[in-house]
């Protein structure tokens, strides 16, 4: 659903948009970016003349934006090495709104996000990439579906409150690196799942961070895989369930000299979680093997005896409430691995009740009315800054955001390519820059929001300027 109004004169278009579907067909075509003889200059301009399902390659060398680059198209975009192919994003992100976008060798330098998976972008893939220098409190945002983030590097980020912030549900974080990364406070974290369920969590390196290593956090993060990462050095937990879901598998890790605990809690602790390989496993270490389901590794956490096959003796007592029953007596790294049980039982068909015999059935009819997921309204149609100069900033215009619909929705914006460079620069909402602003709007409630336009001292237009600022509205 899409409405969209339209004022002339010195006016900041609004538009709400729920989804914008465009549906086509043509051949698949690869563009390509770099300095000389390639069809664009600027990742930005590729993606302009790109269509669904085409390739944008990037050769060597350094390029520079000044907005976000917003790709609203099914694309993949590949660098011709990540150390060469360096994306300055001067403080902007890298924001994919439909599904299967994929992102592979480059760095994403100074950037806000890095990526920000936004609106329908599910499924997307983003891998063999280098972070660097990202600014955003919250980091990479998976808050897609389906997303992979799988063998990058995150480095030198500092201040913030999460590294790597999933919120999207079936996301696979596997094989990168995050190390050395200096979070704001106690609470900061280096991976976060929040009411993010069925995550696959593997071969990951985080260490030496200041911050939690990873939290699981909320009543939906559940069904989490968490299992061969190396989590050790931080300076805080290195696994906190943050008032967890329940039966996330944590095995197979290396767990060890984390300051704020190996494993740690807050809240209601879950009924199940378990801290041993679900399926059976024959280990070999040092030419001794061993079958049964093991745990983890706990380095000086763990003072049982080695059982001559590099298992403990005795279990290891985690939270006073689960145990690791076949902790590990060194790095999961020492040991070879085989499936232990070949033909798993098979679960029994349920069995379906038909009539009962004696009894007799009184049919009572049942009606309900089901809201819109989505359903939300703006007070105002169109913002007038009236007349500004270089360097001053309008009067707060006051903006309802009202939620009618079937449950919580988020609200963030956006400043529109086609827009003049005095909105994407000068935008901003509740005291935040346009790219930062998020709110969340409970069922029934309404919020206010005031958009200010600050003109840049630089800025050197005269004259009517007109831009469009867009709302993108999600389900929480």
């Known amino acids: 659903m899409k409405n969209n109004f339209k004022n002339i004169g010195k006016a900041l278009l609004l ?7 465009l549906t ?32 944008i390659l990037i050769s060597a060398g350094l390029y520079e934006t000044s907005a976000n680059i917003s790709v609203g198209k099914t694309l993949t ?12 994003l001067g403080g902007f992100s890298i924001i994919p709104k439909k599904e299967n976008f994929v ?10 996000n890095g990526i920000n998976l936004q609106t329908n972008a599910n499924d997307a893939v983003i891998e063999n990439c280098i972070f660097d220098s990202l600014t955003h409190k919250d980091g990479i945002k998976l808050a897609k579906d389906g997303a992979v983030f799988k063998n990058n590097i995150v480095k030198n980020m500092n201040g913030f409150t999460t590294a790597v912030n999933v919120t999207g549900n079936e996301v696979q974080i596997i094989g990168n690196t995050l190390s050395g990364l200096s979070g704001s406070g106690n609470a900061a974290r280096i991976l976060c799942l929040e009411n993010a369920s069925d995550a696959l969590i593997e071969g990951n390196t985080i260490t030496n961070n200041a911050g939690e290593a990873i939290r699981l956090w909320k009543a939906e993060t559940a069904n989490a895989v968490i299992t061969k990462n190396t989590i050790s050095g931080n300076t805080q937990k290195g696994i906190y369930l943050y008032a967890a879901g329940e039966n996330n598998e944590i095995y197979l890790n290396n767990i060890f000299d984390n300051a704020g605990g190996n494993v740690a809690s807050s809240g209601a602790l879950p009924d199940v979680v378990s801290f041993n390989s679900p399926s059976s496993l ?23 005896a080695d059982n001559g096959k590099g298992i403990g003796s005795t279990q290891k007592t985690i939270l006073d409430k689960y145990a690791d029953l076949s902790p590990l007596m060194y790095s999961f790294a020492a040991y070879s691995a085989e499936s232990g049980n070949e033909n798993p039982e098979q679960p029994e068909e349920p069995e379906i009740p038909g009539p009962q015999p ?26 007038d800054f009236g ?6 900033t309008s009067a707060p215009k006051d903006l309802e955001i009202t939620n009618s619909g079937g449950c919580d929705v988020k609200v963030t914006a956006e400043v529109t390519e086609s827009s003049d460079d005095l909105y994407k620069r000068g935008i ?44 993108w509205v999600e389900a929480c």
């Open 15 to 21: 538009s709400f948009l729920i989804l914008l579907a």
């Open 103 to 112: 992102l592979r060798n480059v760095t994403i330098y100074n950037g806000s």
């Open 282 to 304: 024959t280990l070999v270490y040092n030419s001794q093997s061993w079958t049964g389901n093991p745990g983890n590794y706990w380095g000086d956490d763990y003072d049982g």
């Open 358 to 383: 004696g009894k007799t059935g009184n049919p009572i009819s049942m009606t309900t009315n089901i809201l819109p997921s989505l359903s939300v309204s703006f007070s105002i149609d169109s913002l």
């Open 428 to 471: 901003w909402i509740d005291n935040e820059f346009w790219p930062d602003f998020e709110k969340v709007v409970e069922n029934g409630e309404t919020e206010i929001s005031e958009v200010v336009l600050k003109v840049p001292a630089d800025y050197s237009g005269t004259g009517n300027v007109d831009g469009t600022l867009i709302f």
């Open 24 to 55: 086509g067909t043509a051949a698949a075509k690869e563009w390509t970016v770099g300095a000389t003889g390639a069809d664009f200059q600027t990742l930005p301009e590729a993606v302009t003349a790109a269509s669904d399902g085409d390739t």
């Open 77 to 88: 975009i590949e660098g011709a090495d990540r150390e060469t192919v360096i994306l300055d």
């Open 387 to 392: 007349d500004l100069a270089a360097g001053q």
